[in-house]
């Protein structure tokens, strides 16, 4: 039973153009959503997140849209670069667990 | 400011070898987390601790055991290794007012 759906397993946007990733999520008690990225043989690092109180949050070239009545978040990168090219991974937390999505790999595209 | 360390980076064991996957911290973070990476799959959780002295389960904890003796230290134990513990085990820590966690490196275990 997956409560942190990501769909889409690969993504390719071309270079300067909008990269869109989506996640639905299930549990109507989460109340942070996060979104990491990850190289390969790398850890996950921290992108931006956001509260289940706010329906939006910028920095710099990312923005987390989060729409709670149908339980979806994206993330939004513009515009896109080649270093985007990663694996990211949409999170949610309740208590003092967080739940991660299967991850979507994003290729930008020369 | 090292952050998460991991060792070792790989690990070859045997069916039925035990194990200790090392997890330090030096960002004085109380909340420490022990996950799991599968191809294709998404982290999941094995175990995780508020503190020193509490540890609780997560998603996927048969098979291992951890300890949290000091706030810097989260060691993960395989007592009795077995093919379906082949993966890739990233360590996590983070402040108790903050949601957001810092990993570690990763090690990445097969078990023949």
């Known amino acids: 039973d997956q409560q942190v759906k990501q769909n889409s397993p690969s993504l390719s946007v071309q270079e300067g153009r909008i990269s869109i990733l989506n996640c639905d999520y299930t549990n109507s008690m989460f109340d942070y959503f996060l979104w990491y990225k990850k190289y390969p043989a790398e850890g996950p690092t921290f992108l931006i997140s956001?509260?289940?109180?706010?329906d939006k949050n910028e920095d710099g070239r990312f923005t987390v849209f989060l729409n709670k009545s149908a339980k979806h978040l994206s993330l939004h990168i513009v515009p896109s670069q080649p270093g985007d090219s990663a694996v990211y991974f949409c999170?949610?937390?309740?208590?003092?667990?967080?739940?991660f999505g299967k991850g979507t790999r994003l290729h930008i595209l020369p | 400011n090292a952050g998460v360390t991991q060792t070792p980076k790989f690990r070859i064991l045997k069916i039925g070898q035990s194990m200790t996957l090392q997890c330090t911290q030096d960002m004085n973070h109380n909340y420490m987390y022990w996950y799991r990476q599968d191809p294709g799959m998404g982290l999941k959780l094995i175990y995780y601790?508020?503190?020193?002295?509490?540890?609780d389960k997560g998603e996927v904890p048969n098979g291992y055991n951890v300890s949290r003796s000091t706030t810097e230290d989260f060691p993960l134990r395989l007592e009795l290794a077995a093919p379906s513990q082949t993966s890739v085990y990233f360590c996590?820590?983070?402040?108790?007012?903050?949601?957001?966690?810092?990993f570690g490196p990763g090690t990445r275990l097969t078990v023949l």
């Open positions: 601790s508020v503190g020193a002295g509490i540890t």
């Open positions: 996590a820590s983070r402040f108790t007012n903050y949601n957001e966690q810092f």
């Open positions: 956001i509260s289940s109180i706010k």
């Open positions: 999170a949610a937390t309740a208590d003092d667990k967080i739940i």
